[in-house]
């Protein structure tokens, strides 16, 4: 029966020795292996035969460019829309493997590899790929967000653009395993969002998602914030304290900036992630944690990994599953969406009444282009909102918001009216908007220690924005 067939794997290198390694490795796994030389063979077995999925070297002559791997790619890209393919790299060559990645490659592995991950990464992206029905269409569409909003719970995330509702198609189809998630995006684009997403629409859902800064934690305190102490561990250790990692058990442990995770550190995480176990600093032994662990950065960790930042060990750990959130220039139609949703939020954070955005202060904020994602556009909302102070927000008046901004001197308050508790926030959002969301500089600038300034965020509802990921 169809069903019962076993998923076959196209391999495209010009290594016999490649060919014949790979494809001893997938038949013993349970799986039909297809070998070609070089693209034109590969081209016409994927006409003639039923592959599933394509693991593809960059180079296939003397030259080292990995052109004529991209160039397969994009053929393959045209002629079957829906079939992942795997990039094979060499070492030196991650960089090129991330670009073919960002040309719609499912995901890449090195060469020499690890037969155990990569055939996890296999498995994980047969789960990903789309149903038979799918797959046979030349142009596979997305899925509605009102068909993934009866199936799912993402009534958090705003916008119905087709990018988005893959990555949330995506979220669907992996919340429920246990496989460790990586999210990249720009910094703003709602990647903590996503995290919570994932871990809402899991079965872990009824346990809690720890949500860890990598890049606030220092080399000396990463053990005890992660694992825990016993009492005595230290000169300040007056009692046993449990860490982040225990927390998490039988939840989510969400690893945001995981980029900035100091090397040393790495490969004290690195053997959490590899058997589920960790030793709090100063006890005698190791404890279990089942954690499921979800991580996100702004960088692009495979070129850290290449640039010897990042162990490669820890990558492969992190990513068996990669979700890319498009920035919010690439998804242009859901920024009405999101103003009218985020403006509703802030007035309603401020205790003012409801707020109308003109079409034409919808048209201007959506030929904006947004470096700062939604992060950026909610502070923009709610500056207007604040500095304007009217029930109707036209384009003139984001227009003067902006000048007033960008212009030298002192600006004005703009608290008329407003409790001792909205001034709080409104001056912390501000502070927050002018610092970029650093912690640090925004505690020192409001003569807070980061512990009272975190207390506030966590008051006001400013938590998201401090962590560079607002509403999405």
């Known amino acids: 029966m169809e069903s019962q067939r076993k998923p076959r794997i196209l391999i495209v290198d010009d290594d016999s020795a490649v060919q014949i390694s790979l494809a ?47 160039a397969l790619l994009a053929r393959i ?16 060559s991650i960089a090129l493997a991330v670009k073919g990645v960002q040309s719609g490659a499912a995901n890449f592995f090195t060469k020499p590899w690890d037969n155990a991950q990569l055939l996890e990464l296999i498995k994980a992206t047969l789960v990903l790929r789309p149903a038979p029905e799918a ?38 189809q992996v919340a429920a395993t246990k496989a460790p998630v990586l999210i990249l995006g720009e910094s703003g684009s709602g990647k903590e969002l996503i995290a919570d997403a994932i871990h809402r629409n899991s079965p872990r859902a009824g346990r809690d998602c720890v949500k860890i800064n990598m890049g ?18 230290f000169t300040d250790a007056k009692a046993d304290r449990k860490g982040h990692v225990a927390s998490a058990h039988q939840g989510t442990l969400f690893l945001d900036e995981i980029g900035e995770l100091h090397r040393a550190d790495q490969v004290k995480l690195l053997r959490v992630l590899q058997d589920q176990r960790y030793q709090p600093v100063g006890a005698s032994r190791s404890e279990q944690a089942d954690v499921r662990v979800v991580s996100a950065t702004n960088r692009e960790l ?6 010897g930042e990042f162990r490669e060990d820890l990558f492969y750990r992190l990513n068996l599953i990669t979700i890319r959130l498009p920035p ?18 802030v007035a309603a954070g401020y205790g003012l009444g409801e707020v109308q955005l003109t079409p034409q202060a919808l048209e201007w904020l959506t030929a904006q282009p947004w470096p700062g994602n939604i992060r950026q556009l909610k502070q923009t909302l709610e500056r207007t909102l604040l500095l304007v102070g009217k029930p109707q927000l036209g384009q003139g008046d984001f227009i003067a918001a ?71």
């Open 24 to 70: 001893l490795l997938l038949k013993q796994a349970g799986f039909d292996a297809l070998c070609a030389d070089d693209p034109k063979q590969a081209l016409s077995l994927l006409v003639h035969e039923t592959v599933d999925l394509v693991l593809q070297d960059m180079n296939f002559s003397l030259q080292t460019s990995g052109e004529e791997g991209l």
């Open 77 to 92: 890209r045209a002629a079957r829309p829906a079939l992942p393919v795997l990039l094979m790299t060499a070492w030196g």
């Open 135 to 172: 797959a046979a269409s030349a142009a596979p569409s997305s899925p509605s967000r009102l068909a993934l909003d009866a199936q799912f719970d993402f009534a958090a995330i705003v916008g119905e653009h087709p990018q988005l509702l893959r990555v949330l198609a995506t979220i669907g």
């Open 216 to 233: 606030a934690i220092t080399p000396s305190l990463f053990e005890s914030e992660m694992f825990g102490h016993v009492r005595g561990a």
């Open 302 to 307: 495979a070129e850290l990994v290449a640039a």
């Open 328 to 345: 919010l220039r690439e998804r242009r139609s859901d920024i009405a969406l999101l103003a009218r949703h985020i403006i509703a939020e």
């Open 402 to 472: 902006q000048q007033q901004q960008e212009g030298s001197g002192v600006q004005r308050l703009g608290v008329d009216g407003m409790t001792l508790e909205q001034v709080e926030r409104h001056m912390i959002a501000r502070a927050l908007d002018q610092h970029q969301g650093n912690i640090s500089r925004v505690a020192k600038a409001l003569g807070l220690s980061r512990t009272a300034l975190y207390r506030r965020l966590d008051r006001h509802g400013l938590a998201s924005v401090a962590a560079g990921e607002g509403a999405s």
